[in-house]
């Protein structure tokens, strides 16, 4: 079942001789469930991507669909909704609050929707991410890969559409890293979470189903795994 359209999606900042081409006529289609990764080098339009299908940037042209949805024909309002109910985004430095303890980080994004925290799954989460005994601990009272494990949680407590991560190992040691692979791995497998992150490093790539390189704003392979 498909989850995510993207439709001839281009992004472009300045205009002229100083036109650049971020995004070039990008079109691909993700299935529920998938666990895809983007990779290419840096400036090859990834994570202009990343942000574009979270409904952080908006385009110069195309349509991203999202459930069936055309994204960007929402209202600033409903586009402001959309990526707190729809979309889980896991950066490279955590963005935790640092007044806020393990499970208030977590549930942030339930109680800023003035919606009611489903505490069974909040625990199940927080046993499945290794956090039972850190919940009452601030973000400076955590390593590095416990705080990306928070802001996991804290993506995946929406029951989100999409799960976007954006270098989510790029601020970790390799073990750590390791480790937030496997949990994404396991969301994937134990929730059917849709994932697309953003990588470049081909190997930690190499953990997702399917992988589609960018190069210079365009698709240049879209591989399957296995």
């Not at 669909?65 to 990526?83: K, M, P």
């Not at 942030?108 to 505490?119: F, N």
């Not at 497998?189 to 994932?195: A, L, N, P």
């Amino acid at each position: 079942m498909e989850i995510l359209k993207v439709e001839d999606l281009c992004k472009t900042y300045g205009k002229g001789e100083t036109l650049v081409k971020a995004l070039d006529h990008v079109s691909f289609s993700v299935d529920k469930g998938e666990f895809v990764a983007i990779v290419g080098a840096s400036g090859s339009g990834k994570s202009t991507l990343l942000h574009i299908l979270g409904g952080v940037d908006h385009p110069t042209s195309g349509k991203v669909y999202v459930d069936g949805e055309d994204v960007y024909e929402l209202s600033e309002t409903n586009l402001a909704i959309f990526r707190r109910r729809q979309v889980g985004l896991i950066y490279q430095f955590y963005n935790l609050i640092p007044i806020l303890n393990v499970k208030e980080n977590m549930t942030l994004p339930i109680l800023l929707d003035s919606k009611k925290v489903d505490e069974t799954y909040l625990n199940e989460l927080i046993e499945t991410l290794g956090l039972k005994d850190r919940v009452n601990h601030l973000p400076n009272e955590l390593s590095g890969g416990q705080q990306q494990r928070v802001s996991i949680g804290r993506a995946l407590m929406n029951r989100p559409s999409l799960l976007l991560a954006d270098e989510p190992t790029g601020n970790l040691d390799s073990k750590a890293s390791r480790e937030i692979i496997d949990l994404l791995k396991l969301s994937n497998k134990k929730y059917k979470q849709t994932i697309i992150m953003i990588t470049h490093d081909h190997n930690l790539a190499l953990a997702a189903n399917r992988i589609i390189t960018l190069d210079d704003g365009k698709i240049i392979s879209d591989e399957k795994v296995r």
